[in-house]
């Protein structure tokens, strides 16, 4: 297995920034809804794989656990297991992640002198891509695994699909300022991590080792519990779908819908990436290496 050192791995962060500012604007589009449709199939797989595996403590205490249980932590663990799929793919195959971008296309201006109108273009229309291929899989979704059609084509919620309205209302439950300070700090250290494994993935020549270099540190933060707003762009809008088929005004989240997505979620979170991209990893890795980087031009 080749492994590049940092200096090498940081200039190749660098030189994937300038080529991704230098693709039109169509087909930024179109790579960025392809990544948000594979992020979003990872999430997707998260939910599937993490429902009706958490019991209370209560539940727990009075022994109305059948067989074993999973505490919180395991289930989170279990969705962390499971959703790197997405990041895996988007790296193999060339998609566009604007967490990603928030990265690599600050390296290409502090490296290569790219203008920041050129980050800021690609950061628009990536993003644009992410949201809708994110929505688009949401969709297929919530008329798919999460819903039961009968023979007269009247839906019923499954067990996915409760579980993807219960994310769903988690990812909304951000309330007040520092509920939005919370989602903001938990954008910065996902982004934090995930650009980690984009530098990690950078760093090995193989598939093999691409694939285990962003497996962990994307493990970590979903596990953790840190929020990814592309993701977020599936979670919140699966819920929405899905709790569409719910007939029973009591049973609703009413957090749940486009509204406080982007005010509860969104919209912090997408700022805290943006930070963890640039900050936490884009300067840090420019400052500590930019001589050495000099040098090998």
């Keep these: 297995m080749v492994f590049h050192p940092p200096v090498a791995i940081t200039a190749k962060a660098g030189d994937a920034g300038k080529y991704k500012v230098g693709l039109p604007a169509w087909n930024m ?27 209370s403590a209560a539940q727990i205490t009075a022994g109305a656990v059948p067989g074993g249980f999973a505490s919180a932590g395991m289930v989170q663990l279990v969705m962390g297991a499971v959703f790197p799929v997405g990041l895996i793919i988007t790296v193999l195959t060339g998609a566009e992640l604007f967490t990603g971008d928030a990265m690599l296309a600050p390296m290409a201006a502090f490296i290569h002198k790219v203008t920041w109108m050129q980050v800021i273009n690609l950061w628009i229309f990536v993003y644009i891509g992410n949201l809708i291929g994110s929505v688009v899989f949401a969709y297929i979704c919530a008329n798919g695994p999460f819903v039961s059609f009968d023979a007269a084509g009247v839906g019923t919620v ?69 929020e990814h707003s592309v993701a977020n762009m599936y979670f919140i809008p699966a819920g929405i779908f899905t709790q569409g088929f719910i007939t029973d005004p009591t049973k609703l ?34 400052v500590a290496f930019r001589k050495e980087i000099a040098a090998l031009k």
């Design 29 to 55: 589009v179109l790579r960025g809804f392809m990544s948000g449709a594979y992020i979003a199939m990872g999430a997707a797989l998260a939910t599937v794989c993490s429902t009706g595996i958490a019991y």
């Design 158 to 226: 499954t067990a996915f699909g409760s579980r993807a309205i219960a994310i769903a209302g988690a990812k909304t439950g951000y309330v007040g300022l520092m509920g939005f300070y919370s989602a903001f700090l938990k954008g910065i250290a996902c982004n934090w991590l995930v650009n980690l494994a984009i530098l990690l993935g950078i760093c090995a020549d193989d598939a093999v080792g691409k694939f285990f270099g962003i497996w962990f540190p994307i493990m970590a933060f979903v596990a953790s519990g840190f």
């Design 253 to 286: 989240v009413a957090s749940v819908n486009w509204v406080t997505m982007w005010t509860a979620n969104i919209i912090p979170v997408t700022l805290g990436n943006i930070v963890g991209g640039i900050f936490f990893v884009g300067v840090i890795y420019w």
